[in-house]
């Protein structure tokens, strides 16, 4: 079983020396398979994430970097992928990216399966690829199954696996799983998790990438108001029982959008017996 943690490139110095004892306290509680560390689309955090990546990388630590497309031109993606070659880095999270708001410029790439090809034409089996995958239906699809039928598209173009977009329903993700299946996908694909710690951002997230937050956690949730000790606890209890049906009915692993906060995941690991 694959157990996985994301990060993203703390923007500030007290950031980065917060994630180096985030760091440590994964590796000492939990060790995880690898750490996978996002890329903001359009500049914001591009630089951000080979940084923390070759700090990681030279720590002995497994680093997936996320690599997006859009906006970018093939020049300056065979440049990222030379640079992490180079490194020694050997797993990659391939996707589309959106564009940032008044940023109009597509680029070469215009979906997330034309930077796999890119990825497979340039570098061949170097680099064990990582897709993204919504069981709810990535939130600008034409429909469920044309979202589904690229998906499967985007695997076959030579991904490795898939990680999900987070969710709170497990039904979503076993359909998503047979239904792939069906259409001859079978590399694993792994739930995302995300932690419930902050009502008001968890909202605002999930509007914005199309999970859907059933009813009654958010109605649990908004009824704490600012008690942000009950939204933890209620939340470390959702999450948990959603993490242990989707291990015990076959979920090939976790990962973990860990916000760059160890606290939540490693209490929810440890209720798991992962720790
Ligand atoms: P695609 O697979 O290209 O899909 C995007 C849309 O286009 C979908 O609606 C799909 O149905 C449609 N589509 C796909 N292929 C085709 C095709 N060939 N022709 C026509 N339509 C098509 N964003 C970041 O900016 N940085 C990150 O680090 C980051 N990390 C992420 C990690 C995970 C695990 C996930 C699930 C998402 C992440 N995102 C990140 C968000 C992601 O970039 C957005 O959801 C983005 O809108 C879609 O990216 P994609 O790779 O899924 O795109």
């Given at each position: 079983m694959e157990i996985s943690v994301e990060f993203f490139p703390p923007k500030t110095p007290e950031g980065e020396i917060k994630l180096r004892l985030v760091r440590e306290r994964f590796n000492q509680k939990?060790?995880?398979s690898f750490y996978s560390v996002t890329f903001g689309a359009g500049g914001s955090t591009q630089s951000g994430t080979l940084q923390i990546v070759s700090e990681m990388h030279a720590a002995g630590e497994m680093a997936a970097p996320h690599l997006s497309c859009v906006g970018s031109s093939r020049e300056s993606v065979r440049d990222m992928l030379i640079q992490y070659r180079n490194l020694g880095i050997r797993r990659i999270v391939a996707l589309r990216g959106d564009l940032p708001s008044g940023m109009g410029q597509y680029g070469e790439f215009l979906h997330a399966n034309e930077l796999v090809d890119f990825i497979r034409a340039e570098t061949g089996d170097w680099f064990h690829i990582d897709v993204a995958a919504y069981p709810e239906t990535h939130?600008?699809?034409?429909?469920p199954l044309s979202d589904l039928d690229f998906f499967v598209q985007k695997m076959k173009s030579g991904a490795n696996s898939a990680i999900t977009q987070y969710f709170f329903n497990c039904d979503a993700y076993f359909r998503f799983i047979e239904e792939a299946n069906d259409l001859g996908v079978v590399q694993p694909i792994i739930p995302g998790i995300m932690p419930i710690t902050n009502s008001t951002q968890l909202i605002r997230f999930s509007e914005a990438c199309g999970a859907e937050i059933p009813r009654w956690i958010r109605l649990r949730l908004q009824s704490y108001g600012d008690d942000v000790a009950s939204i933890r606890a209620f939340g470390e209890d959702v999450v948990t029982d959603l993490c242990d049906q989707l291990l015990s009915d076959g979920a090939p692993g976790l990962h973990f959008y860990s916000l760059n906060q160890a606290d939540t995941v490693l209490a929810i690991a440890e209720n798991l017996g992962l720790v």
């Open positions: 939990l060790k995880p939130p600008q699809s034409k429909s």
